[in-house]
């Protein structure tokens, strides 16, 4: 499976996150998942919110657009992004449609 896939109604991302890192930002392919290291820590959610945050400041979107299909507990994430305003470059390094 790819790490973004392209549906009719937006794009599906296959995420591995990295919580209570540095900085916010696209780090690159951990295997078949899209690695992003964001600054909020994994507790009681702080990291989902603050994911979906900066995924939205990336694309364009309101926040809450944007969909945790599957992941809420764990490293391993799946997030949908309807319609997308723009691919962010970090991201289209990544992307072949």
């Given at each position: 499976m790819a790490a973004i896939e392209q549906t009719e109604q937006g794009l599906r991302l296959r995420i591995f996150l990295q919580?209570?890192?540095a900085?916010?930002?696209v780090v690159g392919l951990h295997q078949d998942e899209l690695k992003i290291s964001i600054t909020a820590p994994p507790i009681e959610g702080a990291a989902?919110?603050?994911l979906?945050?900066?995924l939205a400041k990336l694309f364009k979107v309101p926040k809450t657009a944007l969909v945790?299909?599957?992941g809420e507990l764990s490293r391993h994430k799946q997030i949908f992004v309807p319609t997308p305003?723009?691919?962010p470059a970090e991201i289209k390094a990544f992307?072949?449609?």
């Open positions: 919580p209570k890192a900085q916010d930002k989902n919110a603050h979906l945050k900066y945790l299909e599957k305003k723009q691919i992307y072949s449609a």
